[in-house]
């Protein structure tokens, strides 16, 4: 029976993906000297936030998930950020892959609301790993689950993220809105002859009294 181990070892921006896209170095480790043929992986990964320390300012801008400081020792729980699937080709002894974890600017995201409320440092993830290994041996092929308490975990620095959106959205954000709501946006924006959906936005800021910068 194959005996493997999981480690993180760095993460790159994917340049050429169809979306933003954190490429994750993972090494995989077969500690039996069995010799494994293909793995069809699956990642669940959660970021740990309870095991980081935040700023002023940090606190501020994750109330909306985790609610007022004094809550979160209650409030601050591992929460699933994304999953990946990957299949691994015939090795022995050690190999590395590339996990391709999608990253999105989506507000409605409690993963994008988290990261994007972060100002610099580190933040804890834990990726929890399942699927099916195929491996060779005396007895011939086996087919065989990975066991349910593999994981790995990994401290990615928040500017790992960051390169990511801002290579694909320079400056920029999402946000979803209702229809009705774009719709009385665009009437907005043409009465007052405004060429950007972001100068609307500006103009009623300013028209509320509020500083849009």
């Given at each position: 029976m194959p005996d493997l181990a999981f480690e993180v070892t760095g993460a790159d921006v994917e340049p050429y993906a169809?979306?933003?896209?954190?490429?994750?170095?993972?090494?995989?480790?077969?500690?039996s000297g069995t010799r494994v043929?293909?793995?069809?992986?699956?990642?669940?990964?959660?970021?740990?936030?309870?095991?980081?320390?935040?700023?002023?300012?940090?606190?501020?801008?994750?109330?909306?998930?985790?609610?007022?400081?004094?809550?979160?020792?209650?409030?601050?729980?591992?929460?699933?950020?994304?999953?990946?699937?990957?299949?691994?080709?015939?090795?022995?002894?050690?190999?590395?892959?590339?996990?391709?974890?999608?990253?999105t600017y989506d507000f409605e995201v409690a993963g994008a609301k988290y990261l994007y409320g972060l100002e610099s440092g580190e933040f804890p993830l834990v990726r929890l790993f399942n699927g099916t290994v195929f491996s060779s041996g005396p007895a011939g092929m086996q087919v065989e689950p990975i066991a349910w308490h593999l994981e790995a975990n990994y401290r990615l620095p928040v500017s790992a993220w960051r390169n990511v959106l801002n290579q694909y959205f320079p400056d920029s954000g999402?946000?979803?809105?209702r229809l009705d709501t774009i719709d009385s946006l665009r009437r907005y924006k043409v009465a007052q002859a405004l060429p950007t959906w972001e100068q609307a936005i500006e103009a009623l800021f300013k028209a509320a009294g509020e500083d849009p910068r």
């Open positions: 169809a979306v933003p896209t954190l490429s994750l170095r993972l090494r995989i480790e077969e500690r043929q293909a793995i069809a992986l699956r990642v669940q990964i959660r970021i740990e936030p309870q095991l980081r320390r935040y700023s002023t300012d940090e606190e501020e801008r994750l109330q909306e998930i985790f609610g007022e400081p004094r809550q979160w020792g209650e409030s601050l729980r591992p929460f699933l950020w994304t999953q990946v699937a990957t299949t691994v080709g015939s090795f022995t002894d050690s190999t590395e892959v590339s996990l391709p974890v999608q990253c999402w946000l979803r809105l």
